[in-house]
């Protein structure tokens, strides 16, 4: 019983110090704390710029493409981008690799039982594409390719499945008036709770 008394004691003893540690090292009045990753610096309480939230500001309106950046990028560019940083998950060409299924094909199989999900098959707007890839990849690195980057690598997905020519140039302009085969294979949620308005205070009782 002593043994284990004496166990328990040290226990909390390195519970108390790691605590301690954590209390230590956590932020102070006047500390600055780094934004996504690093970049601008800023003491709690400091107001921010909008230039210094530019780099949160990313989100895209798909069904217009309004909120797409300045950027270019070729379908034949795309290619080099994806064998370099997108073919180790996805495979060669969009097939399909160790970590994710085809991103190619099954364009009309969303109107049989046997759905084939890729971004050709059921993406409503091409602009859902770019800004997912700009978000979320590469999965070891996201948010590290460059605007043009996103741009040429969505072009050349696009383009294998036979919705943009090898030739194409991909833009904002380009995603924003690209008619996916799936746009209209969607149906407008329609509850009521959807419908529901933003209210901050003296709100009405639901």
């Known amino acids: 019983m002593q043994s284990l008394n004496v166990q328990l004691l040290g226990l909390g003893t390195i519970a108390l110090a790691i605590l301690t540690g954590c209390a230590g090292s956590g932020p102070t009045s006047g500390t600055t704390a780094s934004a996504h990753g690093g970049g601008v610096r800023h003491a709690h309480g400091q107001p921010i710029s909008e230039a210094d939230l530019a780099r949160w500001n990313i989100d895209v309106i798909t069904k217009t493409g309004a909120g797409l950046p300045a950027g270019a990028g070729t379908v034949s ?41 890729t971004p050709g098959s059921m993406y409503p707007y091409a602009p859902i594409l770019f800004d997912y890839v700009r978000r979320a990849m590469p999965l070891t690195q996201p948010q590290s390719l460059t605007n043009d980057e996103v741009y040429a690598v969505s072009g050349y997905i696009l383009h294998l499945n036979g919705l943009l020519p090898a030739t194409a140039t991909v833009n904002a302009q380009t995603l924003a008036s690209l008619r996916m085969p799936n746009r209209d294979g969607f149906i407008v949620d329609d509850r009521p709770d959807t419908k529901a308005q933003r209210c901050m205070s003296n709100c009405r009782p639901l």
């Open 77 to 117: 560019q795309g290619k080099e981008v994806y064998a370099a940083k997108c073919a180790v998950c996805h495979g060669d060409n969009a097939a399909g690799g160790p970590m994710f299924g085809s991103m190619v094909g099954g364009i009309g199989s969303f109107q049989t039982n046997t759905r084939v999900l």
